[in-house]
């Protein structure tokens, strides 16, 4: 039902009802009615070119897009020290399974499977990147810092598991918010990170090897084929298509999931913004970029001075570029979800979690 010509209102309808939720306290600001554009114009590119995807798909969508709204009324309700307990849980779990893998994974591919998923390393260290952001947006005393071997030791067992964007994504992260907070903790962290990525990739020379040799063919070669396996060549690939794609574009785009259908891998280009442009249009790309740009705008001016300021900034500056480098329109979730709640934080001032004010750390 979700996206299709005859029920264009109950996408609209899913896509508003966080708002009409939270709307006692809700004061649009200039992002928010830039959103409000941006799924006008899913929904009229949805009209115009009909069902060119599935209804899971659609779905996909919408509840991706639901979460602008929704995370919009998170603000400072969000404790960094429950939270990284939670996730401290979890990535202690997903590094044992991942390092697990690395030993006894014989399935002869560079990323190990993980419960049979070959991007299940991948899934752990995105968690874990999320942890590292609130784990340095909080003030820790001496005694707390030996938490700092959840920064070390889980980066040299996905850094062994050839894990690769992710690690691009912290790093820009990490320099983003040491320029913006002024703290030297993150350089330190990215030191960190880099000093267990180059042991984590010595520990598995084989499969380093594997993949500098992937790439070093592929760069010899003056066109790169559709039957390559190096990420990054495809990600060039796909790229180069949808390029192609964008003057045929049109004002409302081709539809929801028409590019995976003419790619020659079949698959999104990987680059949220190129694909918002060739499937709902140029305008709606835009106005993608514009509502991040505000958010990031809004999280910076509070990461210096607010622990969760500067978790929203980090995160935010992480998902971005995560989205450009591997994201889906359709599985956009965290993208719209930080953008919302960057936006929020303009109409929340600081208040005090558990007693504790909620300062971002320091140098």
């Given amino acids: 039902m979700l996206g299709t010509k005859g029920h264009a209102a109950v996408t609209a309808a899913l896509l508003i009802a966080p708002i009409v939720v939270i709307s006692t306290k809700f004061r649009p600001v200039p992002a928010d009615y830039l959103f409000a554009v941006l799924a006008a114009l899913v929904v009229a590119s949805t009209v115009v070119n009909g069902v060119t995807a599935s209804g899971r798909d659609y779905a996909l969508l919408a509840i991706s897009m639901a979460y602008y709204p929704a995370f919009r009324a998170v603000a400072h309700r969000f404790d960094p020290r429950r939270f990284s307990y939670i996730m401290g849980a979890i990535v202690s779990v997903g590094t044992l399974l991942t390092a697990w893998a690395i030993v006894y994974d014989r399935s002869g591919e560079y990323k190990p499977f993980v419960f049979g998923f070959g991007e299940g390393p991948t899934v752990f260290s995105l968690t874990w990147c999320f942890l590292v952001f609130a784990l340095l947006s909080m003030k820790l005393s001496a005694r707390q810092w030996p938490v700092a071997g959840l920064i070390a030791v889980p980066s ?28 030297r903790r993150q350089i330190a962290a990215l030191a960190i990170v880099c000093l267990t990525i180059f042991i984590g990739l010595a520990a598995r020379p084989a499969m380093s090897g594997k993949i500098i040799g992937l790439v070093v063919e592929n760069a010899h070669k003056p066109v790169v084929a559709c039957d390559t396996k190096d990420t990054l060549a495809i990600r060039i690939i796909l790229t180069k298509e949808a390029l192609n794609l964008l003057p045929k574009a049109g004002l409302l785009g081709r539809g929801i999931g028409t590019f995976a259908q003419q790619s020659c891998y079949k698959t999104e280009p990987h680059n949220v913004v190129l694909q918002a442009a060739v499937e709902v249009g140029v305008a709606a790309a835009l106005l993608l970029v514009a509502v991040f740009t505000l958010g990031l705008n809004a999280a910076g001016r509070r990461a210096r001075f607010d622990a969760v300021g500067s978790f929203v900034f980090a995160g935010l500056v992480f998902v971005g570029i995560e989205y450009l480098i591997s994201g889906s329109l359709t599985n956009s979730a965290l993208l719209f979800g930080f953008m919302g709640w960057a936006i929020g934080l303009q109409q929340s001032g600081g208040r005090e979690i558990s007693g504790e004010p909620q300062l971002a750390a320091g140098p």
Avoid: D, N, Q
Wanted: glycine share 8%; proline share 4%; net charge positive.
């Fill in 156 to 183: 040299f067992v996905f850094a062994a598991a050839m894990v690769r964007h992710p690690f691009i994504a912290l790093a820009l992260s990490f320099v983003a918010s040491a320029v913006k907070s002024g703290g």
